[in-house]
């Protein structure tokens, strides 16, 4: 018998509740036609056999990142991950961990978040950092909407960031109806961070700024934080690529409000697109306005050092119009895997690591530069991501070709920015530690066979 608790009655009280008539008009916003619409060359169903041996034709076609010259970047990384950091994270009191509600028994999880929050705090020149989020595009919106409520201001400059981070914003702006002004890669590669700094007013509650940004540029923090601060916004810095910290300032120490940015690429992997780790950090004065929790250390009544839950700001913890986010939890596994590799490096190995990546990068440019019809946006510098013009031709249509070669040349602006026709020919490369010299001259010889 399956299990009903609720009586028609119930759901009447309910809908009539929510101002609803129906259970349907729960689902009015879904487009007419698509619930319980068939969709076209996909069968009814099919035996469990049969699927299997479907889908293993369908991931044949891929072309895997470990299986050839793979220069993909654009938001998510590919670096070498120690093996030891898999071998970890499997332990069984780390795996199968659950949310550290008693802190007497979850020392050890506790612990792990807090060396984390520091890891990350140190790398963001915050004074504090959470014990995670999900990825950095919902970061990305928290730091937003923590923004809005300390300036009380509903105006958001955003810069040139990943496009899905500029979406998960304007989703969640339907709701708080945050007022969203944004500057295309295009228009900001003409006038520079002057053209966001313009766009600063009285409303304005924060600017958000990649850095680098999605084009591999990196942008002027502290003169940005200095407009912004000077018409009483803060600065929201975005990290995609943590890497890059080992070698660049801090966005902290450049002025920078509140950072938030994705852990992917140090520890987590691919995973073919999650689970991500979203990072964020902030001034200890704005503590009690971010959201997710934040761990701290105590001792007990026998003066033992131990960890305990010090905030978490969500409505199960606490009444539900003093909740800073709907944020249920912690990406904990993953900031797991974070922080083992973090530690692995050490402050050394980061440092080493980010210099590897830049160095290879930069040399990677310079031939691929010298292609004919082929230009170098980034002029003004990058760290292992830049941005390529391949004059008179579609990126995307190139970069197709190039994978039917075999290599994985870069990610097309056009993919990113479908109805943006100025950003058609530009292509972004990524070049890290794992792309090795002959994976580099593999792409310059086929690209340059593919522009000639």
């Given at each position: 018998m399956r299990y009903l608790p609720l009586t028609p009655t119930d759901r009447s009280e309910m809908l009539a509740t929510i101002g609803a008539d129906t259970v349907d008009d729960l689902f009015r916003d879904v487009p007419e036609g698509v619930l319980n619409?068939?969709?076209?060359?996909?069968?009814?169903?099919?035996?469990?056999?049969?699927?299997?041996?479907?889908?293993?034709?369908?991931?044949?076609?891929?072309?895997?990142?470990?299986?050839?010259?793979?220069?993909?970047?654009?938001?998510?990384?590919?670096?070498?991950?120690?093996?030891?950091?898999?071998?970890?994270?499997?332990?069984?009191?780390?795996?199968?961990?659950?949310?550290?509600?008693?802190?007497?028994?979850?020392?050890?999880?506790?612990?792990?978040?807090?060396?984390?929050?520091?890891?990350?705090?140190?790398?963001?020149?915050?004074?504090?950092?959470?014990?995670?989020?999900y990825d950095g595009s919902t970061a990305c919106w928290e730091a937003i909407a923590m923004a809005a409520r300390i300036t009380r201001r509903d105006g958001v400059v955003i810069g040139p960031i990943h496009p899905h981070y500029l979406s998960t914003a304007k989703t969640m702006a339907k709701f708080t109806k945050d007022e969203i002004r944004e500057l295309s890669p295009a228009l900001i590669a003409d006038a520079g961070d002057d053209a966001m700094i313009d766009m600063i007013d009285d409303k304005t509650s924060c600017v958000v700024v990649q850095y680098p940004d999605i084009l591999g540029r990196i942008p002027d923090l502290a003169k940005i934080a200095d407009a912004a601060h000077g018409k009483g916004a803060l600065l929201v810095a975005v990290v995609t690529e943590p890497v890059a910290l080992g070698l660049l300032e801090s966005p902290g120490s450049l002025g920078a409000d509140i950072v938030v940015g994705e852990g992917q690429s140090l520890g987590v992997g691919l995973n073919f697109g999650g689970p991500y780790l979203g990072l964020f950090g902030a001034r200890e004065k704005y503590t009690r306005q971010m959201p997710g929790r934040l761990c701290g250390e105590t001792v007990d009544a026998d003066g033992k050092r131990g960890f305990v839950l010090t905030l978490s700001t969500r409505e199960q913890h606490i009444r539900r119009e003093k909740a800073t986010s709907n944020i249920c939890t912690n990406s904990g596994l993953c900031a797991l895997a974070f922080s083992i590799h973090m530690t692995l490096l050490g402050g050394e190995g980061l440092d080493k690591l980010s210099r590897i990546n830049h160095a290879r990068a930069v040399k990677a440019a310079g031939k691929l530069a010298a292609i004919d019809g082929v230009e170098l946006v980034n002029e003004g510098g990058f760290f292992n991501e830049f941005t390529l013009r391949l004059v008179g031709h579609d990126a995307r249509e190139v970069a197709l070709r190039m994978a039917k070669r075999g290599i994985l040349s870069g990610v097309a602006l056009s993919r990113l920015y479908p109805d943006s026709l100025d950003l058609s020919e530009g292509l972004v490369v990524c070049v890290t530690e794992t792309c090795s010299d002959e994976d580099v001259d593999a792409l310059v010889a086929a690209l340059a066979e593919e522009l000639a």
């Open positions: 619409a068939e969709i076209a060359g996909l069968p009814a169903h099919a035996s469990e056999m049969a699927v299997e041996r479907h889908m293993k034709k369908l991931a044949a076609k891929n072309l895997s990142a470990a299986d050839a010259p793979f220069f993909l970047g654009a938001g998510a990384y590919r670096h070498h991950v120690p093996a030891s950091v898999d071998h970890l994270i499997q332990r069984g009191e780390f795996l199968t961990a659950y949310t550290p509600y008693q802190p007497e028994i979850a020392q050890g999880t506790l612990q792990v978040l807090f060396e984390f929050q520091t890891q990350v705090a140190r790398l963001f020149g915050t004074d504090i950092a959470n014990a995670s989020m």
